[in-house]
Each structure stands twice: as C-alpha cells, then as structure tokens.
C-alpha cells in the first residue's frame, strides 16, 4: 500500500500541467534511439550502472526492428505472456492486450521496455499506463537491478537475477545479455544474425516477490530523468 501512495506522490512531481513528457516526445527528442533508450541511458549514468549494460538487458527483453527508427530498440509496448512476446503499435493496444490476458485468467505477464513482470511488481504500479510508461518502466527496472547488485556486490549476478533465480535460466540469459552488451561497447550492429537477439524471448523480471528497497533514490531518479527529457538534454 505504501507503493502506491509513493507512487501517487511521484506522479504529482512528474506533471507540470499538461506538458507531462511522453513517450512520442521522448522519441522525437532522439529519434533514432526510441522512447527507451534515453530513459535508459540517463537512468544509467544517474545509478553508475556500466555503460550500455541497461540498454544491454533491454534490448535483451523487449528488442525489435523499427523502421521509423532506422535501428533494433527496445520497444516500450512490448507484451509477453503465455510463451509469447507482442510488440503493439502503440501504449493503448497494449494496454488492451493485456486487459484481453488478464481477463483470460493469465497472470504471469511482462510489460514495457523492461519486461517488468505483473504478477510479481504489478502493484508498485497505479496504473497500466504508469507500468507501460517508459521512464516508470525503466526506472523501476533499474532499482531492482542496482538492488540485486548491492545484494550480491556482482553486476553480473544481478544480471542473472534480474532475470531468474534458476540457475539454468540464469546462465543463458546472461551469456545473451553479454553478447548484446558485448556488441554496444564495440560499436557493432546489434540485433538479428549479429547477435541472435529477436527480443521478447527472454522476458520474465526476476521471479520475486520483492519490490526495490532504494525507492526513494527510485523517485528521485525518476523526477531527474523526467526533467532533463522535458528539457530536450541530449544523450551521449
């Protein structure tokens, strides 16, 4: 319950008026890098996460081709349930899309940029527009990452937990992440034959029940980020 009042609190912060950044704003400020990648990359610097690590993980989660964007980015609409990933044209058909689950009985779903995962983290969300959000998304990605860093003092650890607490799981989903992050650092094409990534194959936010302890570094990440999208600050 505290989530949510935190999370009612925050959406205060994040509105000045009617000019709430979204998404369609996020992506024109940067419009080869789509309406994660900024989130992201901010989101990166503002927790000392190593470069393109995130961004690794993302693309791992919820990666595809965009035409509009001319490259291979994470997609902020993205759906996977019942073994398979769903990339919606837009926030609203995802929204429906999981409504359509959801009211099938289907619980176990992973949402936006990230993957956040429903059953698990749904109710740190008010809304399923506050989940699809793409710097609510990534924001509450990123502090259960730098959680699980600061649990087992390893980024590599965390890279694996984010994902599962299998074993097996855990090692391909790692070697995976590695060979996108690997690709990012070196400057190279990623996406397809380059790396063998398709996106939404390995979705599923780390199967806990436990939301991030660091929330309210979350939140101020979150209004941080928020502000400098509003303000057109470019990403390096």
């Known amino acids: 319950m505290w989530f949510r009042a935190s999370l009612a609190a925050l959406a205060t912060v994040f509105s000045i008026g009617t000019a709430a950044i979204s998404a369609n704003a996020a992506s024109e400020s940067s419009p080869k890098a789509g309406p994660c990648a900024q989130a992201i990359a901010l989101a990166e610097k503002a927790r000392n996460i190593p470069v393109h690590l995130l961004q690794a993980i993302s693309l791992t989660e919820s990666g595809r081709?965009?035409?509009?964007?001319?490259?291979?980015?994470?997609?902020?609409?993205?759906?996977?349930a019942e073994g398979k990933g769903r990339y919606l044209?837009?926030?609203?058909?995802?929204?429906?899309?999981?409504?359509?689950?959801?009211?099938k009985g289907v619980t176990n779903i992973d949402v936006g940029c990230m993957q956040v995962n429903l059953?698990?983290?749904?109710?740190?969300?008010?809304?399923?527009?506050?989940?699809?959000?793409?710097?609510?998304?990534?924001?509450?990605?990123?502090?259960?990452?730098?959680?699980?860093?600061?649990?087992?003092?390893?980024?590599?650890?965390?890279?694996k937990e984010y994902h599962?607490?299998?074993?097996?799981?855990?090692?391909?989903?790692?070697?995976?992440?590695?060979?996108?992050?690997?690709?990012?650092?070196k400057g190279k094409p990623v996406g397809g034959r380059e790396t063998g990534i398709d996106g939404a194959g390995y979705t599923h936010l780390a199967d806990v029940s436990w939301p991030p302890k660091s929330y309210r570094e979350q939140?101020?990440?979150?209004?941080?980020?928020?502000a400098r999208v509003m303000a057109g600050a470019p990403v390096k």
């Open 119 to 159: 059953y698990y983290h749904g109710k740190s969300f008010r809304s399923l527009d506050e989940a699809f959000d793409p710097i609510n998304n990534v924001a509450y990605a990123t502090s259960f990452l730098t959680d699980l860093r600061q649990k087992r003092n390893s980024w590599t650890r965390a890279v």
């Open 89 to 103: 044209p837009s926030k609203e058909a995802a929204i429906a899309e999981v409504k359509t689950l959801q009211a």
């Open 164 to 185: 599962s607490t299998d074993r097996e799981r855990q090692t391909a989903y790692q070697k995976r992440v590695m060979t996108v992050w690997n690709a990012l650092k």
């Open 219 to 226: 939140q101020q990440m979150q209004a941080a980020v928020r």
């Open 65 to 80: 081709w965009s035409d509009y964007h001319d490259a291979f980015i994470a997609w902020p609409w993205t759906v996977m």
